[in-house]
Structure formats: structure tokens, C-alpha cells
């Protein structure tokens, strides 16, 4: 058996294909593993993170969110992942009422799939998203005005949060970079963020739609605790056992 006290690389490496393979790890369980003392493991965890290869938190390490990408970029990828989320995503959504659709690739995703009779009124920030609902006849759509963030596809700052003050909504999708059981929804981009925040603060029910790469990861800007989330809806076989013991509805797409 490998001397892991003795190989910092090994062990190291070791750590990161954890990582990669589970999205956390927890310093009591890898010195155990490894048979080393957990302050070893702090400073092995302490070097990945200099690499940017993983995020430290309390008590371990989670995998680091994946970068930023310009909003068209991103509507490209994991398409049939995204129109599955989507699919399920509409049947949380009751007739007649009044949802926030967050900027976002699997949001428009969301507003594609929306069949042609529904009778909704959408709130979005994204120029894309309400573009889309133009061809929803029944559907009354409400464009959040203000200065567009091209590469998060949506309109933030100032002008967009006092609109949203003024409207009562029963069910927001807020957008999520980033997920971790213990450190809640977390985002990449300080502006996107904060505006998030905003969302959470007006108290109706949060879904959140979640590739399998954002659970377990922790990005730089926090926007939500874990119990302000009320359901989580993942694509079929994603590991979903991190979610376990949060006190959420969570939502499986075929």
C-alpha cells in the first residue's frame, strides 16, 4: 500500500479525483482514508485550491463552480439535460399564476416549452425569455426594464429590483451557478448575484432547476441559505444523495 504521508502528490491527486467524482470531501473521512492527520489534509486542500481545483469550506473542500460563459455560449450545451429540467419545471407551475422566470439557458428552456394555451403572468429579466412568450397568447409577460448584462443575458441593477418590489409573485426560478447542501445557492457574478437576492427576499416559493456539475460546488457571491430553497429539480440519475438531508421537494426529470 502507498505511503500517502510520504507522496504529497499522490495524495493530492487522489483528493481532486474525489472531487471530481463525488463534488466534496470531508477532512475527517480523507485523513482516515489516506492514513495522514487532518492537518495534512487542510494543507493539501489549502495547495488545490491555490490551483483553483476545488473551493475550501468548513470542515472539507467542494469542487469549484464551473467559469462564467457569455449566455449564448452556454444555451448550446446539455440541451436535452436542459428541455428534460424544463419539462418538469411547467408542471410546478398552477394556471393563473404569477411566476419570475430568472435569466438563464435552462429558463428559456422553460419558456420554449410552455405549451400555447397557458394562462400565466411571467415576469423576466431576460430580453430572450420574454421574446420566447410573445407566441403564448394567453400568457400576460412583464420585461424587467433597466441596463442588460450581456454576459448573464439579463437585466440588473437598480431599476430591475425596484420593479420587482412592486409585483407579488407565487413561484420564482432563480437561476443557479452554484449549489452546496451546506452553503446554499451561490453565484459567479457580484451584479447576477444581488439581484438574485432580491428574488429570494420577496418570499414566494424558490425552484431551482440544477444540472448535475452545480450540486455540491460553491461559487464566489452567496445569494441563498439552503432551507430558503423550496424544491430542486434534477435530470434522472443525477446523485442526488448530497440533497438528502435538506428539508426540500426535490424534483427528478425523465
Do not use: W
Not at 65 to 91: D, M, Y
Not at 181 to 196: E, H, I, N
Not at 207 to 213: C, G, I, N, Y
Not at 229 to 249: E, F, K, M
Amino acid at each position: 500500500m502507498l505511503d500517502y504521508d510520504a507522496f504529497p502528490e499522490q495524495r493530492q491527486a487522489l483528493i481532486h479525483q474525489t472531487l471530481e467524482e463525488k463534488g466534496r470531501v470531508v477532512c475527517v473521512d480523507l485523513a482516515k482514508q489516506l492514513g495522514v492527520s487532518e492537518h495534512t489534509i487542510r494543507r493539501d486542500l489549502q495547495e488545490l485550491a491555490r490551483k483553483g481545483l476545488c473551493k475550501k469550506v468548513y470542515g472539507g473542500a467542494v469542487s469549484p463552480p464551473q467559469e462564467a460563459t457569455n449566455f449564448l455560449a452556454r444555451s448550446g450545451h446539455k440541451l436535452s439535460e436542459k428541455n428534460a429540467l424544463a419539462r418538469k419545471c411547467i408542471q410546478l407551475i398552477k394556471e393563473k399564476s404569477c411566476v419570475f422566470l430568472d435569466t438563464g439557458t435552462t429558463h428559456l428552456a422553460i419558456a420554449q416549452a410552455l405549451p400555447d394555451d397557458s394562462e400565466l403572468t411571467i415576469v423576466t429579466n431576460s430580453p430572450l425569455i420574454a421574446t420566447e412568450l410573445i407566441r403564448v397568447k394567453n400568457c400576460e409577460v412583464i420585461l424587467l426594464g433597466g441596463k442588460l448584462n450581456k454576459d448573464v443575458g439579463g437585466i440588473l441593477g437598480s431599476e430591475p429590483v425596484n420593479q420587482l418590489r412592486e409585483i407579488e409573485f407565487d413561484l420564482a426560478f432563480v437561476g443557479a451557478c452554484a449549489f452546496d447542501p451546506q452553503t446554499g445557492l451561490t453565484g459567479v457574478d457580484y451584479d447576477d448575484a444581488c439581484f438574485k437576492k432580491e428574488i429570494v427576499k420577496k418570499g414566494c416559493q424558490i425552484v431551482l432547476a440544477l444540472t448535475a456539475e452545480k450540486i455540491s460546488s460553491v461559487a464566489r457571491y452567496k445569494i441563498a441559505a439552503p432551507e430558503d430553497i423550496d424544491y430542486i429539480v434534477v435530470s434522472n440519475g443525477t446523485d442526488i444523495s448530497p440533497l438528502a438531508p435538506l428539508s426540500l421537494q426535490i424534483e427528478i426529470a425523465e
